[in-house]
């Protein structure tokens, strides 16, 4: 477990344990949800749409218009 201290401007600093384990890097944006439990989820937002083009492989090809006519 790792542990962080608040500073009186409400920031903190993510120990390097968990930004290596991440991979975070500076400016990398991090979402923060509060669960009713009072727990909180940290996720890192690393990945843009553009950064996953590509990465999704269709079973089939996609029907041409052509193709979708004459059916």
């Excluded at 843009?48 to 079973?59: E, Q, T, Y």
């Amino acid at each position: 477990m790792s542990a962080s201290t608040l500073t009186s401007k409400g920031q903190t600093t993510i120990p390097k344990d968990i930004r290596d384990a991440l991979g975070l890097k500076a400016s990398d944006e991090l979402i923060f949800t509060l669960l009713t439990d009072g727990t909180v989820v940290m996720r890192a937002k690393t990945k843009s749409l553009r950064d996953l083009a590509g990465s999704w492989k269709a079973s089939k090809p996609a029907a041409t218009k052509s193709q979708k006519r004459a059916a």
